[in-house]
């Protein structure tokens, strides 16, 4: 598999190498979104995300990542996680490229009043997270 076209490796490094277990994906839209989210919720939210880079899902608690299930959409069984910040959600799938998990933004949620996923927002993150494992395959 390939980084889909419009991503960009921005964790653990902007472009760099992946880290121990891998990397963090953005394209435009969500890196932008991103960027203006409340400095304190993008603190926590990088925090998390360079953990996963380094480390991986397996010891992060459910208040910095969770798993929000898998979703059969074109054939596949897309996994779904969630990185979170104060009362915000970025959700993605991970796919390997160069054997090293790359973890694709496929939705957010900048203004969570709750603490169940927004079935909208789910539903979107599955839907993109197929269409992106199509173009990394391809």
Same mark, same amino acid.
């Given at each position: ?26 394209n435009g839209r ?41 979703? &059969? @959409?074109?054939?596949?069984? %897309?996994r779904i996680d969630?990185?979170?910040?104060? +009362?915000?959600?970025?959700?993605? $799938?991970?796919?390997?490229?160069? &054997? @090293?998990?790359?973890?694709? %933004? ?7 009043? +709750?603490?169940?996923?927004?079935? $909208? ?18």
């Amino acid at each position: 598999m390939k980084i889909p076209a419009g991503y960009t490796i921005r964790f653990p490094s902007e472009g760099g190498p992946p880290g121990q277990h891998g990397s963090v994906a953005f394209n435009g839209r969500h890196w932008k979104m991103f960027n203006k989210v409340d400095a304190q919720a993008r603190a926590q939210l990088e925090a998390a995300m360079k953990t996963w880079c380094r480390f991986g899902p397996m010891d992060m608690p459910d208040s910095k990542f969770k798993f929000e299930g898998r979703h &059969r @959409k074109g054939g596949k069984n %897309i996994r779904i996680d969630t990185f979170k910040g104060w +009362q915000v959600r970025f959700y993605g $799938t991970t796919i390997e490229v160069n &054997r @090293k998990a790359v973890f694709l %933004i496929t939705e957010a949620d900048l203004a969570k009043k +709750q603490d169940a996923a927004m079935k $909208t927002k789910l539903d979107n993150a599955v839907e993109v997270a197929s269409m992106q494992i199509k173009k990394a395959e391809e």
